[in-house]
């Protein structure tokens, strides 16, 4: 049963409440190498410069881990505020590894609303972000430019 006296949290911004500009930060969250052996095991990304700490032939010495877990640690973080209950699709994704990132850092990330476009139907709209992702030392190591398919105001509004 739901309490409609109180305002619900943890939500997402339907399209309309969106603007142009910057939107916000996300916490940071350090990854483990739990989160490293997971996401490699359930992923079957198993290459060796991810499960040898010291792999012979890394180009980059250090528990690297995959951009692949770096960009879905920030849009877990993500689903769970800004995507929260408004969220419809995930329509494109382009996605830039600037920097290693290693078990170990701390990650967090700030996100940019560049477009809004409202479709033909069902009071949706295809909004554009770019979201950096961060490092404990203030360093870019991600950046991605995402469209994501997003709910408008209920009917009842």
């Not at 690297?64 to 969220?87: H, K």
Request: net charge negative; charged share 20%; glycine share 8%.
């Amino acid at each position: 049963m739901t309490d409609d006296r109180f305002p619900l949290i943890g939500m997402g911004h339907y399209w309309q409440d969106l603007a142009v500009g910057p939107v916000g930060r996300t916490l940071r969250r350090t990854i483990t190498e739990t989160d490293l052996i997971n996401f490699i095991s359930v992923t079957g990304m198993l290459e060796a410069i991810f499960i040898d700490a010291d792999c012979p032939f890394s180009a980059i010495p250090g528990r690297i881990v995959p951009a692949a877990l770096t960009q879905a640690l920030i849009e877990g973080m993500l689903f769970q505020t800004l995507i929260q209950g408004v969220g419809l699709a995930l329509l494109e994704i382009n996605t830039k590894a600037l920097r290693p990132v290693f078990v170990g850092d701390s990650i967090w990330a700030r996100v940019e609303t560049l477009e809004i476009r409202p479709t033909s139907q069902h009071n949706r709209a295809v909004v554009a972000s770019e979201v950096l992702v961060q490092n404990q030392r203030d360093e870019t190591v991600l950046s991605y430019q995402v469209k994501r398919l997003v709910a408008g105001w209920p009917e009842a509004r």
